[in-house]
């Protein structure tokens, strides 16, 4: 299994959901070994690797920050790479925030559909996980465990009538994550709205980035799934993830857990080495098929 990067450059743009400032995505294709990484444009191409040690303020979205160089709301862009296997990209963008788009991560998708893979000619390194790795605060926890392939399961449990128990399981790859989670939007409950808004937070919400529950029911319904709030909670698990930095071989299990401990079990996992090896055998041959049957590949391989 080699490295990857995109076939060729695609863009979106929105506004943040948190901040409401306008942005625009571009896609790029990237050398051997560089990663997923953010280039602040508007700051003179200022780089923000995807990786754990560059997590700042995880409260209800994901941030990056090196040097007091802010990027906020990273979780569904780096979802839909991740999940689409793509090792190495610039991701150039000219605000604070990732758009919002329509609250899910298919816009994000139909970019990469647009894009395509190109195959490098280094082979993919994988971390994989060798003994396991919880966290936990109350009630809520997430672990990680010695695995082949790529699985996440993802309960939530929020005490409404629409939302309730829900629970995804699945083996990550682009067919998986493209029909089961790229669709599910972000929510929020419309109680929070005033004080978020007071803590400047959701200036750029509306209805058609989120859905909004209320006391009973769903203000802008319907429903893309039923079950389509943890769809999206394993598609933010999925997202924060990603800043493992490398494919990951493991199974995590995360339950009524949140950006914090998603990414407190990142922060952990690459902090303690005894815990994985990096690796580059292949992966599961499902991943393999699941990949080749979603986005379209060039058989060129670049000189890189
Ligand atoms: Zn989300």
Request: aromatic share 6%.
């Amino acid at each position: 299994m080699f490295q990857t990067t995109i076939a060729k450059e695609s863009s979106v743009e929105g506004v943040g959901l948190h901040t409401g400032v306008h942005g625009r995505v571009r896609l790029l294709s990237a050398q051997t070994d560089t990663g997923i990484v953010f280039r602040r444009v508007d700051l003179d191409n200022f780089l923000i690797e995807a990786q754990g040690h560059n997590v700042a303020r995880v409260s209800y979205a994901t941030s990056l920050m090196k040097q007091g160089v802010l990027l906020s709301t990273t979780e569904h862009l780096l979802a839909a790479i991740y999940s689409c296997g793509i090792d190495n990209v610039y991701i150039d963008i000219d605000s604070i925030e990732v758009p919002i788009l329509d609250g899910s991560a298919e816009p994000f998708m139909q970019m990469l559909e647009h894009s395509g893979v190109r195959k490098l000619r280094r082979k993919r390194r994988y971390l994989k996980v060798l003994k396991p790795l919880e966290v936990s605060e109350g009630d809520r926890r997430i672990g990680v465990y010695p695995a082949d392939e790529f699985r996440v399961r993802c309960y939530v449990d929020f005490p409404h009538p629409v939302v309730g128990q829900q629970e995804v399981e699945m083996l990550v790859g682009p067919d998986t994550f493209r029909h089961l989670l790229a669709r599910a939007r972000t929510f929020c409950f419309d109680r929070d709205i005033e004080p978020l808004r007071a803590m400047g937070l959701i200036r750029g919400g509306s209805l058609e980035n989120a859905i909004v529950l209320t006391h009973d029911g769903i203000m802008n319904g319907p429903l893309r799934f039923p079950d389509e709030f943890g769809r999206h909670k394993a598609l933010d698990l999925i997202g924060d993830l990603a800043l493992i930095g490398l494919p990951l071989l493991a199974r995590v299990d995360a339950h009524k857990a949140g950006h914090s401990l998603h990414t407190q079990l990142v922060s952990r996992l690459l902090a303690d080495p005894s815990l994985w090896t990096i690796t580059t055998r292949e992966a599961a041959p499902a991943q393999h098929q699941a990949y080749a049957a979603v986005l379209p590949q060039t058989s060129a391989v670049p000189a890189d």
